[in-house]
């Protein structure tokens, strides 16, 4: 029988969560949002909980949970503060998971047990310049010298890629060409920091603002051959593989806004009186709000069925793909009504919903914009 | 702090009383019949300060380098099963549950028999518990385990160290700090300032499902059943109204002298 419910371990882990991110993350959320700063000390104690080795085996230093545990993570962290989620998920999904899954025993020992702690971060350098989801199109190049690679070029808005504790950047490099005269894309592990190795000043982003976000710029930088992440030639498949699962993140990361937004919307509306009651007994109010649980709760049920239908092995590409548009869109629009509902004080930057408001934009085009994901679902469709 | 009992002994057994009580946020009612708590219409949670004396108890074991084991002990009914099983998945190794039909409504003093009957079963050198629960606020058990298994009370520790066989608190008082010590085996109870209690890892989490939990019925531990539950208990609720709506504050009109006004207000409270 179709069951959405969660096992008590799960739901334990749900309520940890919750109430961590209640008493941890949210009373120091304006301030990191405000000056645009990293929060360690919110990361570090995440480090503590494993939550950075939620889907890993123990045997690297994981907490031998599953991918689902990790999007009820995200959930709850995302309901209070976006950038700490996407820390989190980028940490996890882009920085620990290519080494876990396309990585020799030697790497996995090397890096796991450090990022899974949470102690190191690792960043996933895909994107360039001139080239969002369009990932074929890298023009960083990796030449093998007296056994060494030579990486030269520069990447794009890279998460978690310049902080105290980035540790690791895994870039994606053209490393020849094809016999079919394509390019031949590969990844390669780059310890950092490294000679010739730059994570340019953060961008003035209109959100995520304490997710630590960077240019890089790679000029003769040298690592042993032996970084080479997976097999020569298959660093843009392995990277279309990641990008499935965490489009999947995303969405629980998404569910968590628009469920915040509620949140938020309820408490508003219960304490804010005018015209001598509270506003939430409008109708007017209390119906927008009805209408964002339900969005939430969609948001949930399509991360849900993606996650439950990749880690039983089945296909999920057009499923997460549905999550992944499905729970953005209700992100953006409960963001919207949150802020309307809040009047004047939602317009203010210090209010979580404006938070909410500058943050959810991004999750429509992270991994994968709406326009992506609608072409993967025609695409499944046949069309 | 050097490890407990300098070869004496291996291991030291610890003992962590731990209660379920409505979440502390929630309205808390009293039932209009039997004029007990009402647990079943709100959340449920740990009683806050026992997440405290869990993580003292987690700690000495890491102090004493592993060697020891926490054991959770709650009476409670079915559903104290939730809490026992945060207990277990914040690192204690195994848990005993009494619950019986015939306990329910047991105040203070009953329950410290019972609760004292089933530590006579248990092997332990100490005994950890919060300093006050959230729900019936007595802030005696401690004194009554003492009094009934003989062993000596050191209340409201804000640091413990364990040292060969003694134990050592900090004892949390308005103008400072008493430094008390006692022989072991000794019972315990902590105030909020000792730590700051673990979040339980997903590991932990899911450690929990397989360690070892007894339940414990009044006939299992030798307690009594006519000596526990409502209808014997030596205190009885006999009436009870419901808070009183706030009152409106005193507004201090600054005529020059707000500041001494205010002053004297705080020093007629006792706050200053």
Known sequence: MLDTRLSEEQEQLRKTVEAFAREVVAPVAAHHDATKTFPYDVVRQMGQMGLFGLPFPEQYGGMGGDYFALCLALEELGRVDQSVAITLEAGVSLGAMPVFRFGTEEQKQEWLPMLCSGEALGAFGLTEAGGGSDAGATRTTAKLDGGQWVINGSKAFITNSGTDITKLVTVTAVTGERSDSRKEISSILVPVPAKGFTAEPSYNKVGWHASDTHPLSFDDVRVPEENLLGVRGRGYANFLHILDEGRIAISALSTGAAQGCVDESVKYAKQREAFGKPIGQNQAIAFKIAEMEARAHVARCTYYDAAARMLVGQPFKKHAAIAKLVSSNAAMDNARDATQIHGGYGFMNEYPVARHYRDSKILEIGEGTSEVQKMLIARELGL | ?272
């Open chain 2, 1 to 272: 702090m050097q490890s407990a009992y300098g070869g004496r002994r291996t291991s030291m057994n610890i003992v962590v009383l731990v209660k379920q009580v409505p979440d502390t946020w929630a309205e808390r009612k009293l039932k209009a019949d039997d004029k007990t708590l009402d647990r079943a219409s709100v959340d449920v949670v740990m009683n806050e300060i026992d997440e405290y004396a869990v993580e003292e108890a987690l700690k000495l074991k890491e102090a004493a380098g592993g060697e020891a084991s926490v054991t959770i002990l709650t009476m409670g009914p079915d559903r104290a099963v939730e809490t026992i099983r945060k207990a277990l998945s914040m690192g204690a190794d195994k848990a005993v549950h009494l619950s019986d039909e015939a306990l329910a409504g047991s105040d203070a003093i009953q329950t410290s028999y019972a609760i004292a009957k089933v530590l006579d079963t248990l092997e332990y050198d100490l005994v950890i518990c919060g300093s006050e629960a959230t729900d019936s606020r007595m802030s005696v058990m401690a004194a009554l385990l003492a009094e009934r298994t003989g062993k000596p009370q050191l209340s409201g520790a804000r640091k413990v160290t364990v040292d060969g066989g003694n134990v050592k608190i900090e004892r949390q008082t308005d103008n400072g700090y008493d430094v008390v010590e006692a022989p072991l085996p000794a019972i315990l109870s902590v105030v909020e300032k000792i730590n700051e209690p673990r979040y339980p890892s997903f590991k932990g989490i899911m450690a929990a499902k397989s360690k070892p939990l007894t339940t414990l019925t009044t006939a299992d531990a030798g307690i009594e059943a006519d000596k526990v539950g409502l209808a014997n208990a030596p205190s009885q609720v006999v009436e009870f109204s419901n808070k009183p709506p706030r009152q409106a504050g005193q507004i201090v009109k600054d005529e020059g002298d707000g500041g001494a006004k205010v002053a004297d207000f705080l020093a007629s409270q006792k706050i200053i």
